[in-house]
């Protein structure tokens, strides 16, 4: 297995060089090996997939929770494993800065901070308040003894991140290409769109395009999956039929990737 100095290094050298590059976010260690199997050089977690293998809803998780799903992934992958962490677990930034120390120690080179609290209320936190949390985070990994890449995820006030010491800025949900070209240029680090919106999700060569770095799939392919699980059992329970089994993957393919993976630990 590389050692996670080395995973770091080729995930920031995923961010530097020229291109564009798909970061795929898995949520078991089967999808991991699939993915990595397939061809991606790195993966990401989802917080909702995440919540959702336990049965929770996205937001319900806990932090030890969050990083021991992370662990996981990490074990299993000999690629780098960047995290969805929320908001950090908490609303100060003292607390943010310990959710990178404690994601760093889970094996991870990569993490993103929001600056969605969670709370009805005050669903966004106040700018500064947004602000010292990154720029807490981002001292958190610098501190490090390898280059983690934080990535600051907004609603809006990406400048400000960029300017706190975030490494790539992700604002999610933008409208239409128009609006992913203007965040690009307004920005010198590298930017993340993220795919699982309707009519909200673009051609890579057009993200390309538009001056996007880094593509997350946030929880698209566990969405994909669950709605094939739905069909089959609906088919099972419904129509009494099991047509479905006709275009599953066989077990060996399967059996394929994850011996793969095993391989490339050893």
Known sequence: ?????????????????????????????GSASVMAGLGF??????????????????????????????????????????ADLENGFGDSPETAAETIRLAAAAGLVGGSIEDASGNPRAPIYALGQAVERVAAAAEAARRLPFPFMLTARAENRLQAFERAGADVLFAPGLPDLAAVRTVCSALAKPVNFMV??????????????????RVSLSTSLYRAAITGVIAAAREAKQAGTFSYVETLMKGDELDGYLRQQALARN
């Open 41 to 82: 050089e790195a993966l990401a977690t989802s917080s909702a997939a995440c919540a959702a293998t336990l049965g929770k809803l996205d937001g319900e998780i806990t932090r030890e929770e969050a990083l021991a799903h992370a662990r996981l992934i990490v074990h299993l992958s000999p690629h780098p494993v960047a």
């Open 196 to 213: 699982g919106m309707r009519g909200r999700s673009f051609a890579l060569a057009d993200l390309a395009a538009a001056g996007v770095r």
């Open 1 to 29: 297995m590389p050692s996670q100095q080395d995973k770091a290094i080729r995930f920031r050298a995923l961010h530097e060089t020229p291109g564009i590059f798909v970061i795929p976010n898995v949520w078991d260690g």
